[in-house]
């Protein structure tokens, strides 16, 4: 029996905290002591994923960098939410310029603080728009440049904040004010889109890794070891959305979790272009039990008959398992 | 206030906006009954005792244990664990080994001497405890505890009752009855054995009792008739056992015996036949294996060891070698009915092990005592019987014959003694809505077999009367006591501290949880819904 492998604790690694981990192995978060760079009384909706994310990240970033940190913030949900005028939710030097920019902005305070000689390490972030649409061109100039800022990318899969629109990041069939669940082909048509991970990684950064709000011990991992690192870095986070998912307000993590157990959302990492590392599956789940709870798939159960369109994302969920080796150890070959 | 370059306005904090003005519902922090506490018939806080034992704080964990049960290391033993039966976890993965935990706490206890709670400052009264069976002595600790000044009388020369005479050895040490039974005597519990009481109002006077709580058991073997040549050859279970612990006049076994009966009795007796050397030990019981009320590991030992099971079977008449057995079949209602198929079986001695009925002597004189049908002594709720002061328990009332229940009845009698001796009536508290697995959120807890307690080698069994089962370990224990998810109990994981999006939640420190802060608490129920442990309500708000 000695040999048995300690593998279990009563709640794993999988909760928060927990009284019986060594404080080391605690996240950032089970700690009193936490920045709280984003703060209480911002006027985010109920349940929003993407405040909860801003946290997480910048906690451990703020950790991870002994609080010598500024964060850059493009327009989206996030900087409305937090900043409305005199009032800021933000407890860590933050600067926002304009939608597009964040990236350029970022580059420009992180060279600033090298021409005054200090350590200060520099954040940008902002949601999918900003990010992978209207924000494209300066970030990709900030990854060919290899300029020393973390670039985070809260991805709620799209324009949720000016009333919930179709941006590349909307996944395929998703019904949003601009793709209505109306016509030949409801929802955000198949084909459009893109993955910016992967864009990362073709500009070959040194860090590239992806997360979700679900599981806290990864993200912070993620956090500290982007901060670790120099040059330019992506970190792209999942982050529901209650109101332009349609879900309820309690279920931000949940579908967080199905996103990632159905394959439909990769947990990975990748240095220098290459995958070095994915989150494998714990329970597999099918794509239905992800899709079914959000109303923006509503128009996919409607019918008496499967809407073939479900079979087409399994497919991209199972696309995702092998390109990403998300399949449990055991599984693998 | 200087400004800096270009900045024309002081920013405000988001703090100063009430978001919690939005809510329409809110958490709140409750605990919830957990369903091993909700079936222990001793009223264990089992969920309490192994949050301490999680830490290894293993003192502070055998101190909640004993709030409730005396006996920890004879009740890791011999009780079979209707926890565990109820344990959540069994959903997951498997059921967590309670008992075994409880056996090592209680071993322990034993080996490092600590000693029960110190008694309440004396309240003057005497009360007498009749019979110092599991029911006796749980009643007698708990009086002691109250202040009360208990004497325990048995008929029997020793303490223990059924945990002595009845289980054998291999099941239940003696050194562990006697270390169990003797940290209750040091707590100042009078023990006068060997006397048996047989006019309890007589002696509840001569002593100056003001109250009484017998539990005499359930000692007298109920018989068949069975026509035999020898009627010596034929035994009843619970005096062979009786005589087998006694040691003097142990009675020569055969060397074919058949056990006539379906218990837990029937495999003690058979398996003891085993270990003193009969070469067959067989059971012959009239229904299926599916309706034996022994328990089901009981059983498997048993066949472990050899014993055979001759199902659907009747014993009809014993010769001189040999009894003949009539064959039964299951009509449509369940029950057994016979075929007229006879079939004779190898042995050389019958031992019946068909149930015990209660000895009523000492209470059929009783002014005011009643009795139920089925030979039981009738009681009310209270435990207390027609006779005022009087109060029953353990196999002698009815209720499922377990050492469990025995100890139950020893501290809900004590509860209700205590209130009676004072002239109050004892209300028990009100029980908490039950921890339903549907209310866990089992992502959190990661998946582990279960310890299994190592066995004794198959061999050694068959001869001795070593106990069979072995005890965990420090690091195994604390392992299996890590398996518990703490069904509705917050044992602080902080995830509710970590989920909310608003820094709505304020985390107290160790052992004193979390609060909710209603000024920016937004009741999204993200806390509720990511609580691993189910010990977070959402109730609506008043608007």
Redesign the interface.
């Known amino acids: 029996m000695s040999d048995q492998r300690i593998r279990f604790y009563q709640t794993g690694t999988f909760t928060v905290g927990n009284r019986l981990l060594d404080l080391g192995k605690r996240t950032v978060q089970s700690s009193t002591e936490r920045a709280n760079a984003l703060t209480s009384g911002h006027r985010a909706c109920q349940g929003c994923g993407e405040a909860l994310g801003a946290r997480y990240v910048l906690d451990a970033a703020m950790r991870a960098t002994d609080r010598d940190l500024i964060a850059v913030n493009a327009t989206g949900c996030l900087e409305v939410f937090t900043t409305p005028s005199p009032e800021t939710a933000w407890q860590l030097p933050w600067l926002h310029s304009l939608f597009g920019n964040a990236a350029a902005v970022a580059t420009g305070v992180a060279a600033a603080m090298r021409v005054k000689g200090k350590a200060t390490r520099v954040i940008a972030q902002g949601g999918d728009g900003g990010t992978t649409d209207i924000g494209f061109g300066c970030l990709s100039g900030m990854f060919e440049r290899d300029d020393d800022v973390l670039y985070v990318c809260y991805d709620n899969e799209g324009y949720m904040n000016t009333g919930v629109q179709r941006s590349s990041a909307t996944p395929p069939t998703a019904r949003t004010a601009t793709t209505p669940a109306v016509g030949a082909e409801r929802g955000n048509p198949f084909g459009t889109g893109k993955s910016l991970p992967l864009l990362a990684m073709a500009h070959r950064l040194p860090y590239v890794a992806t997360a979700t709000v679900a599981d806290l011990h990864d993200l912070e991992a993620k956090v500290t070891r982007a901060m670790s690192v120099h040059g330019a870095r992506y970190l792209h986070v999942l982050v529901p959305c209650p109101l332009g998912w349609g879900h309820p307000t309690d279920e931000t993590i949940m579908l967080a979790r199905l996103a990632t157990e159905c394959g439909l959302f990769p947990v990975f990492e990748a240095v220098g272009g290459e995958l070095a590392a994915s989150t494998p599956i714990r329970r597999r789940v099918p794509v239905e039990a992800y899709l079914r709870r959000q109303r923006r798939f509503a128009h996919l159960f409607d019918g008496a008959e499967p809407d073939p369109r479900l079979a087409r994302l399994s497919a991209l969920a199972e696309d995702n398992i092998r390109r990403f080796r998300l399949a449990a150890p055991e599984a693998n070959p | 206030m200087k400004l800096p370059f270009a900045i024309t306005?002081?920013?405000?904090?988001?703090?100063?906006?009430?978001?919690g003005s939005?809510r329409t519902q809110r958490p709140i922090y409750v605990d919830r009954l957990p369903p091993c506490n909700a079936t222990c018939p001793a009223g264990e806080n089992i969920q309490a005792w192994l949050y301490h034992a999680?830490?290894g704080d293993y003192r502070a964990a055998w101190e909640t244990l004993v709030a409730d049960n005396p006996l920890p290391a004879i009740m890791g033993r011999a009780c079979y664990h209707t926890c565990e039966s109820a344990c959540n976890r069994a959903r997951l993965d498997e059921a967590v080994g309670i008992h075994a935990v409880e056996r090592f706490l209680g071993d322990l206890a034993i080996r490092e001497g600590w000693p029960l709670p110190a008694p309440a400052p004396a309240s003057g009264k005497r009360v007498l405890v009749v019979g110092a069976g599991p029911s006796g002595l749980s009643a007698a600790y708990h009086l002691a505890r109250l202040g009360h000044e208990v004497v325990v009388r048995d008929a029997m020369p020793r303490a223990g009752g059924m945990m002595r005479y009845g289980i054998p050895r291999y099941r239940l040490p003696r050194e562990v009855v006697d270390a169990e039974i003797a940290r209750i005597a040091a707590m100042g519990v009078r023990f006068e054995l060997g006397e048996r009481v047989g006019d309890l109002p007589g002696a509840m006077a001569a002593g100056g009792f003001a109250a009484c709580f017998a539990a005499i058991g359930a000692h007298l073997a109920k018989r068949v008739d069975i026509p035999a040549p020898d009627a010596t050859r034929i035994l009843d279970a619970i005096g062979l056992l009786r005589q087998v612990e006694q040691g003097e006049d142990a009675p020569l076994l055969g060397r074919r015996v058949v056990v006539y009966g379906g218990g837990n009795t029937a495999l003690d007796v058979a398996r003891t036949a085993r270990r003193m050397g009969a070469a067959d030990a067989v059971i012959v019981y009239r229904r299926t294996q599916a309706q034996m009320p022994a328990h089901e590991e009981e059983l498997r030992e048993a066949l472990e060891e050899g014993v055979e099971m001759r199902w659907l079977s009747t014993v009809k008449e014993m010769g001189a070698g040999d009894i003949t057995i009539e064959k039964m079949r299951l009509d449509e209602a369940g029950k057994p009915v016979p075929t007229g198929e006879h079939e004779t079986i190898a042995g050389d001695m019958l031992v019946l092990a068909l149930g015990q009925a209660v000895d009523l002597t000492p209470l059929r004189e009783v002014p005011g005592v009643a009795f139920t049908p089925d030979g039981t002594v009738a009681v009310g709720d209270d435990l207390m019987t027609g006779h005022p002061g009087l109060f029953c328990g353990g196999d002698m009332v009815p209720a499922e014959r377990t050492i469990t229940v025995a100890v139950g009845h020893g501290k809900k009698a004590a509860r209700h003694i205590d209130a009676w001796l004072r002239g109050a009536t004892h209300q028990p508290t009100p029980e908490p809505a039950p921890a339903t697995f549907e209310r866990l959120n089992p992502?959190?807890?990661?998946?582990?077999e279960r310890?299994?307690q190592?066995q004794l080698e198959l061999a050694r069994r068959q001869g001795t009367f070593e106990e069979v089962h072995g005890g965990l370990d420090e690091?195994?224990a604390l392992?299996e006591a890590?398996?518990?998810?703490?069904c509705g109990n917050c044992?602080?994981?902080?995830?509710c501290?970590?989920?909310?999006?608003?820094?709505?939640v304020v985390?107290l420190?160790?052992g004193r949880r979390f609060r909710i802060?209603l000024?920016?608490c937004?009741?999204?129920?993200?806390c509720?819904?990511?609580c691993?442990c189910g010990a977070i309500d959402?109730i609506a708000e008043e608007i």
């Open positions: 306005l002081d920013p405000g904090s988001s703090r100063h906006n009430h978001t939005w999680e830490t992502w959190y807890y990661s998946d582990a310890v299994v190592p690091s195994n392992f890590r398996r518990c998810m703490s044992f602080e994981c902080d995830n501290f970590g989920v909310c999006p608003d820094n709505a985390k420190g160790p802060d000024d920016f937004k009741g999204c129920g993200l509720a819904k990511e691993p959402m």
